[in-house]
Structures are given as C-alpha cells and as structure tokens.
T-cell receptor, first 112, second 113 residues
C-alpha cells in the first residue's frame, strides 16, 4: 500500500505562477524525496530532505518538512510549460530498508 | 554514464502466461529495486536486490519473483499472469543501500489480455 496522500490530485496553473503540492505520510521517516514523472515514463529524482532538516532549496524548487505533522510541501516557482508532469513524494522509513514508499501523486499542468 | 535501461519497453501477454523483465542498473550501482505502477494502486514496491540477494520484499504474491546477477543486472519474473498484473514496471538503481536517491529506468509497460 502507499505511504501517504498528496494534494491536490491535480493542479492547473498559468506559466510564471508558483505551484505548491502537499504530501502527508504515516510513519517515522529517515528522509523524504520528491520525484517527477512525465507521461508514463520513469521517475526523475528532484530533491531529498532528511528528517532533521526543515527546508531545502534546489534551483526553482523549495521543499519543507514538518515531522511533527508528518507532512511536506514542494513549491515550484516561476513555473514553465516543461514543468507539466506528475509529482510524487516518497519516504524512506527509519527501519533501514532502502525502498521508497510513494504518495498518490499530483498531476501538474502548466498552461503556456 | 548510461542510465538505467529496461527491456523490453512494451509487452503484451495472455492470462496464464509468464513474463521476464530485465533491468541493467547504472554502472557501479549495486542495489536494484522494482516497483509496479497502476492507476488504481499507484506506485508500489516489489522487491530490492543487493549483492545478488533479495534484501526486502513488498506485499505481492509469490507469482512475482526476481533475481540479481553478479554484474548487478536484475530480472523479475511474473508467472501465471492475471489481468490485474497489467502495469508499468519500473526498475531503480542506487549506489548502495543508503536510502538516498534512486535512479529509475523508463519502465516496461506490460499488458495482459
């Protein structure tokens, strides 16, 4: 079963606007990662935030993590049409296992 | 470095048949994980191999199996295919078992008729 939920399920914005996606998870984690998937293809790793970190930036991406609320958010600033994709959060649990537990995903459409 | 490759990219099988999917990880990566993606269940972990040993297994029936070779290439096998096995099967590799980022292949789209 999946680790958590993401919302919204779908998001449609105009190019240049910011997009915010939220992820909630259920168990204690080692880290949380965000991945992008273009139209039924493989996933591309975007950013990783560890459980002892609260915020991380990478280019136009900003990720926050609140372990007390078991939630994370991904902000994409100044969106582009090329950002159109599905975005998934994935957690690595504290058990030491290497596998990812994925959320349900957010489908982002950026309108040129 | 070349990325993760998966073969075949598309496959159509009939119920009851078996199928073998192949994954070649990034050179030097020793951990290979497999995931199933369906519209209904989303992305679910199947199993992970490291140093030719299965290290972790998801909640899938015994019809799903895999193996890893000494060059870290991995195969997964599904026997007695069911309609519900239609999915995108994704392979991911990582350098070690650190829980850090994984690198995904393009996937194999399996359709069971």
């Amino acid at each position: 079963s999946q680790q958590g939920e993401e919302d919204p399920q779908a998001l449609s914005i105009q190019e240049g606007e910011n997009a915010t996606m939220n992820c909630s998870y259920k168990t204690s984690i080692n880290n949380l990662q965000w991945y992008r998937q273009n139209s039924g293809r493989g996933l591309v790793h975007l950013i990783l935030i560890r459980s002892n970190e609260r915020e991380k930036h990478s280019g136009r991406l900003r990720v926050t993590l609140d372990t007390s609320k078991k939630s994370s958010s991904l902000l994409i600033t100044a969106s582009r049409a090329a950002d159109t994709a599905s975005y998934f959060c994935a957690t690595v649990r504290k058990t030491g296992a290497n596998n990812l537990f994925f959320g349900t995903g957010t489908r982002l459409t950026v309108i040129p | 470095k070349a990325g993760v490759t998966q073969t075949p990219r598309y496959l159509i099988k009939t119920r009851g048949q078996q199928v073998t999917l192949s994954c070649s990880p990034i050179s030097g990566h020793r951990s290979v994980s497999w995931y199933q993606q369906t519209p209904g269940q989303g992305l679910q972990f199947l199993f992970e191999y490291f140093s030719e040993t299965q290290r972790n297994k998801g909640n899938f029936p015994g019809r799903f199996s895999g193996r890893q070779f000494s060059n870290s290439r991995s195969e997964m096998n599904v026997s007695t295919l069911e309609l519900g096995d239609s999915a995108l099967y994704l392979c991911a590799s990582s350098l070690e078992r650190t829980g850090n980022e994984q690198y995904f292949g393009p996937g194999t789209r399996l359709t069971v008729t």
